[in-house]
């Protein structure tokens, strides 16, 4: 497949992420401090960001290997030390599945706890800590020094 299908599609997905990101945060607080009961449209807005996040990552790591990025650690000292490279090599790629991970733990606790109060925070705290993870790993444009544009 062309890279420019990827890329365009994990750049516009991103948008996707943050969007259900920000909706299951605004659920689930909601759910917190208005003390509402654990609905079906609570538990699809956990849904939407779990979905739109594996997406994310499957589309990720396929650019990932398509653009060559794990050669990088055959010169684990040279990417290291250079810091566009040690983002797209090492920790793009690491601070994303990590976020992926803690959203998906929450999801699951979020689901497997008994108390209303504890699905709703549970989610609260692991979606936040997720997709603030997720705002600090992205390539944002004013990021110069990690600019897509520095590679071939
Ligand atoms: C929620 C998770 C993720 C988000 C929000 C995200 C976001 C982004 C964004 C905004 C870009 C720049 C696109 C552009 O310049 O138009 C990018 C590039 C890229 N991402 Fe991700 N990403 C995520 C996860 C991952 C993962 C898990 C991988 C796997 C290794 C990955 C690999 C890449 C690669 C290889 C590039 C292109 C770098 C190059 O030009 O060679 N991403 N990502």
Known sequence: ????????????????VLL?????????AQGVFMKQSFTASH??????????????IVIGLLLYIARDWHQSFG?????????????????????????AIIIQIGRSRSKKAKETTAKHKTALIFYTIGILLIVAMIPWPFRAEVARSLWP
């Open 1 to 16: 497949m062309d890279n420019t299908i990827l890329i365009n599609a994990h750049s516009i997905l991103r948008w996707a």
């Open 20 to 28: 259900f990101g920000i909706y299951a945060i605004t659920k689930s």
């Open 43 to 56: 538990s699809m807005a956990g849904t939407l960001l779990v979905a739109s996040v594996h997406l994310q």
């Open 75 to 99: 010169n684990m000292a040279e990417t290291m030390g250079n810091p566009a490279l040690r983002f797209w090599a090492v920790e793009h790629l690491t601070g994303m599945l990590v976020a």
